[in-house]
């Protein structure tokens, strides 16, 4: 990494593929599909995916080390709303339904899941918190007719 780089910057590319259906990879290469169609998951379950995802990793990587979980779903959940015209999510909600082995460290691993998921909720996951804060979205555009 160059002295340059901000080392706290996240940044991600889109490309469209076809109408509606777009590609988004990071720098290390991964991709996802989506958009609005048949098989593609839509923005708005993204944004459903991330917030789970990222409080799943908190829970994930300090239970994992007692114990690997026998099952791991979490299921996210909202509503959404339009107000005066605009659309947005309402009622964000994370259900986690996890199982461990019933064994000592299984049951260790149990008995932390409420706290971690407090935990990312109220400290960790950056997801959650960015959405809970309202952080603006600024936007810049660049066209050429060639």
């Known amino acids: 990494m160059s002295e340059n ?25 991964a991709e996802i599909e989506f958009g609005h169609g ?12 991330a917030i789970a995802g990222c409080s799943s990793i908190d829970v994930d ?21 339009v107000e005066d015209g605009a659309n947005r999510m309402d009622g964000l909600h994370l259900s986690f339904n996890v199982a461990f082995p019933d064994t000592e460290d299984g049951r260790k691993a149990a008995g932390m899941v409420d706290r971690l998921a407090a935990l990312s909720h109220d400290k960790y996951c950056t997801v959650s918190r960015t959405v809970e804060r309202g952080t603006a979205v600024s936007h810049e555009v660049n066209v050429t007719v060639e």
Do not use: M, Q, W
């Open 5 to 29: 780089e901000d080392p706290t910057l996240r940044s991600i590319e889109l490309v469209r593929t076809a109408t509606a259906r777009y590609t988004v990879r990071n720098a290390d290469g």
């Open 38 to 49: 048949e098989g593609l998951l839509s923005p708005v379950e993204l944004l459903l995916a």
């Open 61 to 81: 990587t300090v239970t994992a080390r007692s114990c690997e979980p026998s099952s791991f779903r979490v299921e996210a959940s909202g509503h959404k709303v």
